[in-house]
């Protein structure tokens, strides 16, 4: 490892995947988040965005991802403004060159969800980003969720410590009546997760594939990071001696964006594919349950294991706006932060 030092500045940076960011990175990034949860929960003032704005723009719904940012914006001291693409002129065609630089000069970031459609969100942001005069945060795309990776590797390492080289993680797909899921939070953990050390088995029925560049991309994570990344079409297989689980629904790549009943309708040959206590038992005794939430309860999970002694599905929720806030302090704010460089960003 390369001992030297430099500052971080990190101040108009975008976030739209965690390959673009190196460890060390990652790890500043934690550990600002940390930080404004100590100081959230010890109501200590931090006001590092004070009178600045962050427009979100909302391709798809959300629970803990608008709130986690609304919310994070007025403690950081600024104002997020929620904005639908319905209501804007998005829906009119308008492109995302102008939309990108209108919205930079009234503000200072742009945060974009457009995760339902395979080949469009990521690039919209990247177009936007490519025009903006100001950081674009990726809130859910088609290909990644770094804002929800980034909270799940702070939760692990809240409750498994700081070196997790070595530790098994089953990523599984799990069947799911409510809709076809997005494909971008198992893709974001088998990339981001062997990076640290982590062995990462993912499990789905054939039809479940994921983008083949993220199956490379965690391929090659985990040889570069020392992990390992193996697939399974079976989800017993994948939870033997976990240690952590994190089984979810998501859509069938090919008609996600043209035809999501087909998603629905093909899953129900796989309503099998449930986390429930047996399951459970196949991994390590004190094995963590996580879940990005929203959970389809009795369908992805039973309702013994989601609020089971295993389950850390609200502490992962709750860094969700921890995580948000060390996103947007540091990509928005003059925060200088030396680190120990350890690598170079992924390609
Ligand atoms: N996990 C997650 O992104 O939740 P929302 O869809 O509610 O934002």
Redesign the pocket.
Known sequence: MNSETKKALFKGRDWITTQEWTEAELDILLDVAADLKRKFKGRVPHRYLADQTIFLMFFD??????NSFEAGMTQLGGHAHFLTADVMQVSHGESPKDTGIILSSYGHAIAIRHDLVPGEGNAYMREVAKWADAPVINM?CDVD?PC?TLADLMTIREQRGRNLRGLKIAVSWAYAPSYAKPLSVPQGLIMLMPRFGMDVVLAHPPEYNLMPETMQAAEENARRGGGQFRVVDNMDEAFRDADVVIPKSWGCLDTMGSNPAESLRIAKQYTNWICNRERMQLAKPDVLYMH???ADRGNEVTDEVIDGPNSVVYQEAENRLHTAKAIMALTMADLEIEYALQSEPRP
């Open positions: 719904k959300s629970t803990r991802t608008r859910q969720h929800q990005p939430l929203p």
